[in-house]
């Protein structure tokens, strides 16, 4: 049974900074392309970071410079550090496979809230 489940998120002023964490089980999350998706209200869910298993990075340019995304493998986790987090960052953080062909179940997410 898959199961992602993202932590780390809160309340932050413009300027700060978070770091979020997805713990994922049921996958074999070492051979898997891990990203951070988020999805403002009345947004469509967007991919925001992505990370292979090797390690290579895609950003998406809204938040390219600001966020880096990493992974654990010993440990089925992947990070997003978030830093000059804007208004615009706020959303509901949500990791998952990338791309997500088969419907891997997504977690609950994790509010990010950025005040200007």
């Known amino acids: 049974q898959v199961q992602l489940v993202e932590s780390g998120g809160g309340l932050v002023q413009a300027g700060g900074s978070l770091r979020l964490s997805c713990a994922a089980s049921?996958?074999?999350?070492?051979?898997?392309?891990m990203g951070w998706y988020r999805q403002a209200p009345g947004k469509q869910r967007e991919l925001v970071a992505s990370?292979?298993?090797?390690?290579?990075?895609i950003y998406a340019d809204s938040v390219k410079g600001r966020f880096t995304i990493s992974r654990d493998n010993a440990k089925n986790t992947v990070y997003l550090q978030m830093n000059s987090l804007k208004p615009e960052d706020t959303a509901v953080y949500y990791c998952?496979?990338?791309?997500?062909?088969?419907?891997?179940?997504w977690g609950q997410g994790t509010q990010v809230t950025v005040s200007s």
């Open positions: 998952n496979v990338v791309p997500n062909t088969w419907n891997t179940p």
């Open positions: 049921g996958i074999i999350f070492s051979i898997n392309r």
């Open positions: 990370i292979r298993s090797g390690g290579t990075t």
